[in-house]
């Protein structure tokens, strides 16, 4: 493998099969739990974009791993309070590129914070539509990183990692229940390392708090998927045409 070269290996199997697909897509990087190719879903190829939840504990042999599936570029969303040390160096071919998603210290992130403290969905449609400059920025990282596989997260690789795993899975043509099942799999993978920090179920916490706003994770995703329109919202909020065609060049090949 080059270091051009991203993770190639087909994640379709010969029968077509989606748990195939599926199992394919996880990823094993020691140190790391909830590590996933995003090839496979709507036209997305593999071995061009992993999201996963903060690197810190990847250990030589993580990095290692990663930077054989042909990871080039990490893209940062967390805040600078949270970055923390890295139990492993990086690769020194690994460069890594820092967009704070979350608008700490806002009108916005304060009203927000009350509400879901920005760990469901329900926030989603209101970040997308009043925080585009940040969705745009995290993108447009994407779009402009050198060659070679780009992974992004945030802490858990949940809510940040999830919104910009949506707009770009929106942009790849992934249908509905593709992202969701994408997103719900972040609960599941991230289960055990909530319940050594002493944290309730994620999967439960969010499930009650959106039923008292009478609405689902699968509904909250729905309408946001549905009401973002690809590539019109990108360009209407700061993308360039180019951009935009660098960007499902990366994504769909």
């Keep these: 493998m080059t270091d051009t ?15 195939t697909v599926a ?17 496979g879903l709507g036209r997305v190829r593999p071995g061009a974009v992993v999201r996963m939840e903060e690197p810190n504990r990847l250990s030589a042999t993580g990095w290692a791993a990663a930077w054989a599936y ?4 990490v893209v940062d969303l967390r805040n600078a309070d949270e ?7 990086r ?19 304060a009203h927000w914070e009350k ?16 925080q585009s400059e940040r969705v745009i920025a995290a993108v447009r990282a994407i779009s402009t990183a050198a060659s070679g596989c780009v992974l992004f997260h945030c802490s858990g690789g949940k809510d940040r990692t999830g919104l910009l795993a949506l707009v770009l899975l929106t942009l790849a043509e992934a249908t509905p229940e593709e992202i969701i099942a994408d997103y719900l799999l972040s609960y599941e993978r991230m289960r055990q390392r909530y319940a050594e920090l002493g944290a309730p179920d994620q999967l439960v916490k969010v499930t009650e708090f959106l039923a008292t706003r009478n609405i689902t994770i699968e509904t909250s995703l729905s309408s946001t998927v ?3 329109t690809m590539p019109g919202y990108l360009l209407e909020n700061g993308l360039t045409a180019a951009e935009v065609s660098n960007l499902r060049a990366r994504l769909t090949g």
């Design 91 to 109: 690769p020194a071919g690994i460069t890594t590129v820092q967009v704070p998603l979350e608008p700490v210290g806002t009108p916005f992130y």
């Design 83 to 89: 970055y923390g040390q890295d139990s492993a160096p």
């Design 23 to 39: 199992q394919a897509r996880e990823l094993s990087w020691d140190g790391c739990v909830n590590v996933r190719d995003l090839g």
């Design 5 to 19: 070269d991203c993770g190639s290996t087909s994640l379709v199997g010969a029968d077509g099969d989606d748990t």
């Design 70 to 73: 042909g990871v080039r570029t």
């Design 115 to 130: 509400i879901d403290n920005l760990a469901s969905p329900l926030y989603y449609p209101a970040m997308l539509a009043e």
């Design 226 to 228: 549905a009401a973002l």
